[in-house]
């Protein structure tokens, strides 16, 4: 089982970007995905965003697509998610999770075996 640490998380203005890192302690044959999800608070933890780790397709949820872009360097051990033109309903804590399994969707957290401790994302109007 990997570890995994995110950061790049903080405030923001309404419209603004951030891009979050997720640092893995290795990336080995036995990644098979890795998301991203966000949880707000009083509501449950939501996929926003996933990655196959080869060939590297990807995945978003309607509420982000065209606006995150999920990707990897795998020669740095990092997942990474641009989000651009964020919006106050971004507003919540943001998880990387990693996974050797296939997954089906809806993507569940029951599927993701390795996560992080999270990273704040506060997007004010």
């Known amino acids: 089982q990997v570890q995994v640490v995110e950061s790049g998380g903080g405030p923001v203005q309404a419209g603004g970007s951030l891009r979050l890192s997720c640092k893995v302690s290795?990336?080995?044959?036995?990644?098979?995905?890795m998301a991203w999800f966000r949880q707000a608070a009083g509501n449950e933890r939501e996929a926003v965003a996933l990655?196959?780790?080869?060939?590297?397709?990807?995945w978003y949820a309607d509420s982000v697509q065209g606006r995150f872009t999920i990707s990897q360097d795998n020669a740095k051990n990092t997942l990474f998610l641009q989000m651009n033109n964020l919006k106050p309903e971004d507003t919540a804590m943001y998880y990387c999770?990693?996974?050797?399994?296939?997954?089906?969707?809806?993507?569940?957290?029951?599927?993701?075996?390795?996560w992080g401790q999270g990273t704040q994302v506060t997007v004010s109007s």
């Open positions: 290795r990336y080995t044959s036995s990644i098979r995905y």
């Open positions: 990655i196959y780790s080869r060939p590297g397709h990807t």
């Open positions: 999770a990693a996974t050797p399994d296939w997954v089906t969707h809806p993507l569940k957290p029951d599927y993701f075996t390795s």
